[in-house]
């Protein structure tokens, strides 16, 4: 049985995380009430980096590593037909808040396990509350909202979740319906505070806007109708429900928290939200594929920056849209504005409030490029290069053994983006890596890159759609020289970020003339 097609923003190949229906994935342990008794294969297993380098250490991180876990959590029999979903009232909540977890059924009954997931031994989840058996109900059919295509579920509570005395960090409510399907439903137990952490950011928007549950998102639509212009976070995702975050949350958290930096856990929709959220944090991530951020989002991002806090770009292609987050009946920042390419001729903001047109970040009425924050602009879809090294010398590459041109088949992969010499590029810009490639028949390349700004932050940008599913051991496409290279690299980060502004100590030195880059875009737009 291959993989789900509509699975669109993933290929075939990167599903691994998740279903046993696709031949690159390991049938996961079965599940258990204690996950003590849960062990993974050594064959699968991850292990501590080696300390490559002495930085100075942060205050002591929670011992994650010391905890069993397992990796349970992966649906067995997923739910590919609806058999049982659910969603969750709000995206992410501080501990002790309580849930409410919506789902939907044809199932008699069903249990519900709560898994958190990061850097355990023995596996990536481990289990803290489960239910009891629990009645099922069908729900009702979706309703969509004319003028914008919103798909809205409006399920009644199937069960409100206390999280009293649970760790903070991000979670997966495991659906377990009693023919044996099982799906997924993401939630993060945001933490009250980043002061003298790491922060590692969820981009739960990024996934509505591809969640095309129903039949609608901002890319599909049925035959003869038009896509969505606004998507509700009161509906399930795609079965089995969690690919992007297994994508590209698992692999980055679970590798952080094994080696026992600091951390905090947020969304964008938190950082949207929460007033001065990222006050005194030392460093932000970015978790992989993140191209939707609204306006509070970015200028709180760009406020930490000018702060001194670092920030890593694990993906290409982030913050390209612009969008806007809007309260519904069912609660605040329940729906997600995005008029995209109709921005110009049918957001009402165009006149009232231009800075929030949900056009690109690049475009008018109010351009503000990704490249102000990223260091680089969106180049190319598809991809599929070889990183070649080309500052072997720069902090991040220690104990990789690399040198220059060095290089990493298929590690730039999918998407990819591009250094524009052209104003509101930040400089001192360092290119870290170089790769020649064409895209639609048109020659040109995909960097990644590190610049530091006045205030001592640093910031890196991978600038590859891969570069998550490098984490973690076993990705798709790459051999394990890889993975490797890209998990010591990223430690490396981790632990400087960790330590304060990144640029006090390790400058960015620039390089951008030594390519000749072109500051036009070549590539044929649809």
């Not at 049985?1 to 599903?15: E, N, Q, S, V, Y």
């Not at 996950?35 to 300390?51: F, G, I, M, Y």
Request: aromatic fraction near 10%; hydrophobic fraction near 40%; proline fraction near 10%.
């Amino acid at each position: 049985m291959g993989c789900p097609a509509r699975w669109r923003w993933l290929p075939a190949t990167a599903l691994v995380c998740l279903t046993a229906a696709c031949a690159t994935v390991a049938a996961p342990a079965p599940d258990h009430a204690r996950v003590e008794a849960v062990q993974e294969s050594p064959a699968v297993a991850d292990h501590p980096l080696p300390d490559a380098l002495a930085f100075p250490q942060p205050p002591a991180a929670p011992n994650w590593p010391d905890l069993a876990g397992s990796r349970a959590w992966v649906p067995r029999d997923p739910a590919l037909q609806g058999e049982i979903e659910g969603y969750t009232d709000p995206v992410s909540g501080t501990p002790g808040t309580s849930v409410a977890l919506m789902v939907s059924t044809t199932a008699l009954r069903y249990r519900v396990q709560a898994w958190r997931i990061g850097g355990y031994r023995g596996g990536d989840g481990r289990l803290v509350w489960q239910s009891g058996p629990l009645r099922g109900r069908e729900g009702a059919a979706p309703t969509l909202l004319p003028g914008t295509n919103t798909i809205v579920a409006r399920w009644p509570v199937a069960v409100r979740v206390d999280t009293t005395g649970w760790p903070e960090g991000f979670y997966l409510f495991k659906l377990l319906a009693s023919t044996g399907r099982q799906s997924l439903v993401p939630y993060t137990l945001r933490s009250a505070s980043t002061r003298g952490k790491v922060v590692l950011v969820a981009p739960v928007m990024d996934w509505q806007a591809y969640n095309d549950w129903g039949g609608y998102s901002f890319y599909v639509a049925p035959p003869l109708q038009r896509r969505s212009w606004a998507v509700s976070f009161d509906r399930p995702s795609p079965a089995p429900g969690a690919s992007q975050f297994a994508f590209n949350v698992v692999p980055a958290v679970a590798l952080a928290e094994r080696l026992r930096v600091p951390l905090a856990y947020e969304t964008d929709v938190d950082v949207t939200t929460v007033p001065h959220l990222l006050e005194g944090a030392r460093a932000l991530v970015s978790l992989g594929h993140d191209e939707y951020w609204s306006l509070p989002e970015r200028r709180a991002v760009t406020a930490a920056r000018e702060a001194g806090t670092n920030l890593a770009f694990l993906s290409s292609n982030d913050v390209y849209w612009r969008v806007r987050l809007r309260s519904t009946t069912s609660g605040p920042a329940r729906l997600l504005v995005g008029y995209k390419s109709s921005a110009a001729t049918h957001d009402p903001a165009r006149f009232s409030h231009p800075a929030q047109v949900t056009a690109r970040w690049r475009d008018g009425p109010d351009p503000d490029p990704e490249n102000s924050l990223t260091g680089m602009l969106y180049e190319c879809y598809p991809v599929d290069a070889a990183w070649q090294v080309e500052s072997p010398g720069w902090w991040g590459y220690r104990g990789t053994g690399v040198r220059r041109g060095t290089s990493f088949p298929h590690l730039v992969r999918m998407e990819a983006d591009r250094v524009y010499p052209v104003a509101g590029t930040p400089h001192p810009l360092q290119v870290l890596s170089y790769s020649p490639y064409a895209c639609q028949g048109v020659p040109t390349s995909a960097e990644s890159v590190y610049y530091t700004t006045p205030s001592g932050a640093g910031v890196v940008t991978f600038g590859s759609q891969w570069w998550p599913c490098a984490l973690r051991r076993k990705c798709p496409g790459l051999p394990v020289r890889d993975d490797r290279f890209a998990r010591q690299v990223m430690a490396n980060v981790l632990r400087v970020f960790g330590a304060g502004p990144a640029g006090l100590a390790h400058p960015a030195h620039d390089n951008v003339a030594r390519f000749g880059l072109s500051p036009f875009d070549t590539i044929p737009r649809q």
